[in-house]
């Protein structure tokens, strides 16, 4: 099941915005085969058809990436999609992956609920011409032409674990709050937390790694059942921008509030009221639209054959500058940006 289905024509006519949602609606977007598709326009005999594939619709951290992937391609004349599943599960992706292949889109970029799950999926789409790009959470290496990465792991995972520190005097109980437990990027940040917590902070004792599935309902249970059963806690991690807000709503309005600190990765615009109420101290995250504004720079560069996803490959991102491919096919967006009440107005997404 999937909520919706949104498919823009951008950069042509408005004359031709009719006939191209027309093509849309009876599954017609992309055109063709991949290689001539609907896409053209701007990239010569590219089909700059790209399909955004989040995790799951109905998330604002989603919603914010993949308004940043429009924004690049409305900047070079492709087509710009969106589709995705109402829940996070392993395989939720796999029917629209397939679909997107079989419309003949020239990209797809995917943020993966699972690393070997959509691999199958993925492979066919790859077979059929279409260019992978994974982003915020990857697939095994192998399932895709590129991953765009928004900062390395271990960065992520030293902030977070530095910022509870500072937050609780680095002494203390402390739990992580995460998204699916098969998660790729959640997965990967939770055991280097777990590495620096036993290296640096020999005081702070991990008690318990919950997941809310990336849903705030289940997200906010999750942090009540928390501090019920241990009630020692000083400190909760949560590293998904779901999972946090829905942490500090709960903690914001209990006995609480000011007692157990909260850090994990949100945006500003969920996060704010909470940072200026005295909910949450300070917490991180990187542009989420900047991260699929470059994924899908990305995906029109393997598109038009720029880049390949070699080591060294270069490619222009737009507003981003030139980026390059590193190992494993990774494209870095860069460090984590750690946000507070001095600089938290700052910013609107």
């Given amino acids: 099941m999937f909520t919706q289905h949104r498919t823009r024509r951008l950069g042509v006519a408005f004359t031709a915005m009719a006939a191209a949602a027309a093509l849309v609606l009876t599954g017609c977007a992309g055109g063709g085969d991949g290689g001539d598709g609907g896409g053209g326009e701007g990239g010569g005999d590219a089909n700059l058809s790209i399909t955004f594939l989040p995790k799951a619709l109905g998330n604002p951290y989603f919603d914010t990436s993949n308004a940043g992937g429009e924004e690049a391609v409305t900047e070079f004349d492709g087509e710009f999609a969106e589709v995705g599943p109402a829940e996070i599960s392993p395989t939720s992706q796999v029917s629209f992956i397939q679909t997107a292949a079989q419309q003949g889109v020239g990209g797809l970029v995917v943020s993966a609920n699972d690393p070997e799950a959509i691999c199958d999926a993925l492979d066919e789409a790859r077979d059929a011409g279409v260019k992978v790009v994974t982003f915020d959470s990857d697939t095994n290496p192998e399932c895709r032409d590129l991953f765009i990465n928004q900062a390395t792991a271990e960065g992520i995972a030293k902030v977070q674990v530095d910022l509870i520190a500072e937050q609780i005097g680095d002494a203390g109980q402390i739990a992580i709050l995460s998204a699916s437990a098969n998660a790729t990027n959640q997965n990967a940040w939770i055991a280097l937390m777990e590495e620096e917590l036993a290296a640096n902070h020999p005081d702070i004792e991990l008690v318990e790694t919950v997941y809310g599935d990336d849903d705030d309902q289940t997200s906010f249970d999750k942090t009540a059942a928390l501090l019920q059963t241990y009630p020692d806690l000083k400190g909760i991690i949560s590293p ?110």
Avoid: C
């Fill in 240 to 349: 998904t921008t779901v999972g946090i807000a829905a942490a500090a709503r709960y903690l914001s309005t209990s006995e609480y509030k000011g007692q157990v600190a909260l850090t994990g990765l949100g945006t500003p615009n969920q996060m704010r009221e909470y940072v200026e109420d005295g909910t949450v101290t300070s917490f991180a995250l990187w542009n989420p639209a900047d991260l699929g504004y470059l994924a899908a720079y990305a995906a029109k560069a393997l598109i038009e054959g720029e880049i390949t996803g070699e080591e060294g490959d270069t490619f222009d991102a737009g507003k981003l500058g030139e980026k390059e491919v590193g190992a494993d096919a990774t494209v870095l967006l860069g460090d984590p940006f750690v946000f507070d009440a001095e600089n938290i107005g700052d910013f609107d997404f």
